[in-house]
């Protein structure tokens, strides 16, 4: 089905809206010097319900809607592990590490390897995640968005890819680079009311097109009695296989999901990643940054049913009357040049397939509200660090404040021009959901280990850090060598067993912290590092608000596990 020009009158209308928003919330009182504050942490003024709206519009993406829809297509029910575990990893960040980042007065997460290990040990992992923002978050968003518009807008060819690219990267620098993150986060409140109204219209349709009367329970019931194996929370090893033959037990294998390495990239990217940590920081006081952490367990609950689903339906849409899917049965937009089903289609596919005139523009504007709200985060943070972590200490001590937002505004624009150039050199990826999960988990582990011990054991010191973090790429490496056959044929191949990707994350983080332990009681003879951090049950201590919160989103999630084990 065609875009009509009602649909592009919408996306237009959404576009002219979101850049007037960002714009209006940049503006500087008259005679008002914008500070470093007011840029990259909104003058510390954001409300709750804006920071809960924030943190979500952050974290969803095209790597969601198009990279999760696409492992939904290929898995099941059991990838919304990732959201429905990431409800109860915000509660552990708002109660336990929000509380030291605010009292400690954190523009940046590097900031706190500076106060709590060294300025070396900082700048370090100030460059890392620099490059991991540049060259992995902005690339994959570009080229997951820009892959979905050539769905739902060209011929699925690859003919606007590049056009795509360059529309959503102009787009989200239109209001970021000059407002910061005041305009990001009040443009996000906009952007995640968008995503999700046009996620569950797209979800809506796309059951109702299961049941014979259009109704959407009767077509859930319908998709359900279709694939109840892919209904499973808890994958056994061939249990579930892919499109393309894969085992999907080794990239969600079994009880790690709960208790294992699903741990390290949750408390990770919720903890420690600067571009979800930032709005937080941002927080009117502690109080308000944990309701507004609240907020978004309450909604990241609701998530699977926006991109998750609608991957479901796609699959049982394109399989025979026998259930099964194949290349013989799926739409041929589903087949890469080499004849391979590409899960990521599912997405677009339902889009382009089975949304009608008008609700198409407000879908392709939800689409894109996911993707620019992340890219604007993205462009914010890294700015944020290299201004804050790199050029203010080292480059410009003595930086003025025009001076300060002037840097981070060339630091935005020189890291999209960049990831501009990358993205189309990306490729196709399977899923590209998982194959990020699978790579940022190489380096993760270490540096949650750096963290965790940092904020809670105060005998971790500074070299300790350093060596933690040198040793964690080759210890996940290590892990690695089995599962990518690399020994394979050869003497040691005995030595490496082969281990869900999962796993080895979560075998890094032991190994890592256990190094930093021994070295730093070792080094520190058993005493307490100087710059360990004192705590106190004070310190830890949540509202009411807070308390029922939690304990109502723990319920639920007992209760999901439950019904879909």
Not at 124 to 144: D, H
Not at 453 to 477: D, Q, Y
């Amino acid at each position: 089905m065609e875009f009509a020009i009602l649909d592009y009158v919408i996306f237009i209308a959404y576009g002219i809206v979101i850049v007037s928003i960002g714009l209006w919330f940049s503006r500087t009182k008259k005679g008002h010097e914008r500070s470093a504050e007011d840029y990259f942490l909104a003058g510390k003024s954001l409300p709750w319900w804006t920071i809960g709206a924030s943190l979500i519009a952050a974290n969803i993406s095209a790597e969601q809607f198009i990279g999760m829809s696409g492992s939904g297509f290929a898995i099941g029910l059991a990838i919304a592990t990732y959201e429905w575990m990431a409800a109860a990893t915000l509660i552990i960040v708002g109660k336990y590490f929000l509380p030291i980042f605010i009292e400690k007065k954190l523009f940046t997460i590097p900031e706190f390897l500076e106060k709590r290990y060294s300025t070396n040990l900082k700048s370090i992992l100030a460059i890392f995640w620099i490059a991991l923002f540049v060259f992995v978050n902005l690339t994959s968003v570009l080229y997951l968005g820009a892959k979905a518009m050539d769905t739902i807008l060209g011929k699925a060819d690859g003919s606007m890819l590049v056009y795509s690219i360059i529309g959503l990267a102009m787009f989200a620098a239109a209001y970021s680079l000059w407002g910061g993150l005041s305009a990001v986060a009040w443009t996000d409140l906009v952007q995640v009311a968008l995503l999700i109204i046009g996620g569950l219209v797209t979800t809506f349709i796309a059951l109702g097109h299961l049941s014979p009367d259009g109704n959407v329970i009767d077509g859930f019931l319908v998709l359900y009695d279709s694939v109840p194996e892919k209904f499973s929370m808890i994958l056994s090893k061939g249990e579930i296989i892919t499109p393309n033959g894969k085992d999907a037990y080794w990239d969600l294998p079994s009880l790690s999901v709960l208790v294992g390495g699903m741990w390290v990239a949750n408390i990770y990217y919720w903890g420690f990643n600067q571009y979800i940590i930032q709005r937080t920081l941002a927080a009117k006081s502690l109080k308000e940054s944990q309701k507004g952490i609240a907020f978004a367990a309450f909604l990241k609950l609701l998530i699977p049913l926006i991109v998750v689903i609608p991957g479901l339906v796609a699959y049982v849409l394109n399989s025979g009357p026998d259930g099964i899917l194949s290349s013989s049965t799926v739409d041929p937009t589903f087949l890469t040049h080499s004849g391979a089903i590409d899960n990521d289609r599912a997405y677009p596919w339902l889009i382009s397939t089975f949304i009608p005139v008008g609700l198409k523009g407000l879908v392709l504007a939800a689409l894109a509200a996911a993707i620019v709200s992340s890219l604007a985060s993205m462009l914010n943070s890294t700015a944020t660090i290299f201004t804050m972590d790199l050029y203010k200490p080292f480059i410009n001590p003595n930086a003025t404040n025009r001076q300060t937002v002037k840097v981070g505004r060339i630091t935005a624009a020189t890291a999209l021009v960049i990831a501009v150039m990358i993205a189309p050199l990306l490729g196709s990826l399977p899923q590209a959901f998982q194959f990020i999960q699978e790579y940022t988990g190489i380096v993760s582990p270490g540096i949650l280990a750096i963290f965790i011990l940092g904020l809670f054991w105060k005998k971790t010191t500074n070299n300790a850090a350093i060596w933690g973090a040198v040793l964690s790429i080759p210890i996940a490496m290590i892990f690695k060598v089995g599962s990518k056959g690399w020994a394979e044929g050869t003497a040691l191949e005995s030595f490496f067993p082969n281990l869900a990707w999962m796993n080895q994350m979560g075998l890094t983080f032991i190994v890592v912290a256990l190094i930093i332990m021994v070295i730093s009681y070792i080094e520190g003879k058993g005493q307490n590092d100087e710059k360990g951090i004192p705590l106190s049950k004070s310190l830890f201590a949540t509202s009411p608000s807070f308390n029922i919160s939690a304990f109502v989103i723990m319920i639920i999630l007992v209760v999901l596990y439950s019904v879909f084990w």
